[in-house]
């Protein structure tokens, strides 16, 4: 499929997208019409309410990424999507409506829609995907695959393929040097031109060797004189830790080793947004709490109610963190560890650490912008040079703000345990972020909170 017809093949997805939730309202406008006299007509309104929902769908829609062009997708990656998404929908719709028609029933309309317009949508998906895996495996719309070079990455490029028939390739032989022996050759470099004429590929995957480089640029203009697309698996794909990223200085492409979900503007700015709005509610739910641990902390020992300390943020740059004091004020607080039996702490200060209290003012450090809801816990100078010396990939965390909670966490690696298992976690969470893990992580953490490992110390 050419890129005019995928253009072709987003838009009309999108139309049909627009059409099932515009008359999943107007069928939910009908449906509370017959149990409600709030509404006063299906007409006008109903028809401004159900566009306006439509039309903020298919956008939400794009900025989730769901009419992508990309063959590798996975059905149940683009159903957590749409569940994310059609909660954003939700929200934003609810609460326009509650504001704006505070008499009226409209909001029960934009519920019962958005149910019936994700079934929909969710089954339209699945059954489009399942087509399209079936067309794959069934060889009724493959692509036909030459590989061209002898470098191990050829022969694990087949491998993924052929354990994942409904990627929709098949591998037509490889082309390689005149004394390398190796199954299913087609033939050597210098016989590229005639074996893409015959075989007609619809790409050439290049894979080549130390020693098959200097090659390269004949084979491209090979590709290009007949056509075909070339692909190339870079020698050094093996220190791709991440999805790489490919990125454009002029005309020279500069190759991102480890590039995260969260170096998109829209990934950063929902992820921003969702921090501001969870940081206020939360500050203002928490505020009785709070004000109990400020008071506590002041009547239980000497010393300020909130604990100042500098630790490492985003791009290794400091930032003052807040938290209830849980010790005896003392001249260790920023060059120990803290364990669970530390005798600095007080019998208070060894309470709101137990429940998660003591990390309440940490809300605002998420208001202001230096932390985050979820993240990596930050840590003090002094152990970042510590563990990154000890620990390799330790500073791939600082790509990312720190957080309050995060994936380690939740697992239970919080205070005096592993720091290995705890930066593992943490590089799972940067690599793999979504919207979706985040209101995951916070939906667990108050379960999660209670910290059976903190001791009361005599």
Not at 39 to 54: F, N, P
Not at 219 to 232: K, P, Q
Not at 388 to 395: A, C, E, Q, T
């Amino acid at each position: 499929m050419g890129q005019q017809e995928k253009t072709l093949a987003h838009i009309f997805s999108a139309f049909c997208d627009f059409l099932i939730n515009l008359g999943s309202i107007l069928l939910a406008f009908l449906l509370v019409k017959q149990f409600s006299s709030a509404l006063e007509s299906v007409g006008g309104t109903a028809v401004a309410i159900s566009t306006g929902v439509a039309i903020l769908t298919v956008l939400v829609y794009f900025v989730f990424d769901l009419y992508s062009s990309k063959i590798f997708i996975r059905l149940h990656t683009q159903i957590i999507k749409i569940t994310v998404a059609q909660i954003l929908i939700l929200t934003i719709a609810f609460v326009t409506c509650v504001i704006a028609f505070p008499r009226g029933d409209y909001h029960f309309v934009v519920l019962i829609s958005t149910a019936i317009s994700y079934l929909i949508i969710v089954a339209k998906k699945a059954v489009t995907i399942k087509f399209i895996h079936y067309l794959r495996i069934t060889k009724k719309r493959v692509k036909k695959v030459i590989i061209v070079g002898s470098s191990p990455a050829g022969y694990e490029y087949e491998r993924q393929l052929n354990e994942n028939k409904h990627y929709g390739y098949s591998i037509v032989g490889y082309v390689a040097g005149n004394k390398k022996e190796m199954k299913n050759k087609l033939g050597t470099f210098s016989q590229l031109d005639s074996i893409i004429k015959r075989e007609h590929p619809h790409e050439v995957v290049i894979a080549l060797d130390s020693r098959e480089m200097h090659n390269l640029q004949h084979i491209i203009e090979i590709c290009d004189r007949n056509g075909t697309r070339a692909l190339i698996i870079p020698t050094l794909y093996r220190y791709f830790k991440s999805k790489c990223q490919v990125d454009m200085i002029g005309n020279m492409p500069i190759i991102n080793t480890r590039a995260i979900p969260l170096d998109s503007a829209v990934n950063s700015a929902m992820k921003r947004l969702l921090d501001i709005v969870v940081s206020l509610v939360m500050i203002i739910l928490t505020s009785p709490l709070m004000v109990f641990a400020f008071v506590g902390v002041k009547l239980s020992s000497r010393g300020p109610a909130i604990f100042k300390q500098k630790r490492v943020g985003k791009n290794n740059e400091e930032f003052t963190m807040y938290k209830f004091r849980s010790m005896k004020v003392n001249e260790m607080s920023d060059s120990a560890w803290t364990t669970n039996e530390d005798r600095r702490k007080t019998r208070f200060g060894t309470f709101l650490r137990k429940t998660g209290i003591d990390e309440l003012p940490q809300l605002f450090n998420v208001l202001f912008g230096s932390m985050s809801i979820v993240g990596p816990r930050p840590e003090l100078p002094k152990f970042v040079e510590e563990y990154s010396k000890s620990i390799p990939l330790y500073k791939v965390k600082h790509q990312v703000k720190p957080g309050i909670t995060g994936l380690a966490q939740i697992y239970g690696y919080r205070g005096d345990t592993s720091i290995e298992r705890r930066i593992e976690l943490d590089i799972k969470y940067i690599e793999n972020w979504t919207i979706y893990s985040d209101l995951k992580i916070i939906a667990i953490t108050p379960f999660k909170m209670f910290n059976r490992n903190e001791k009361y110390v005599k």
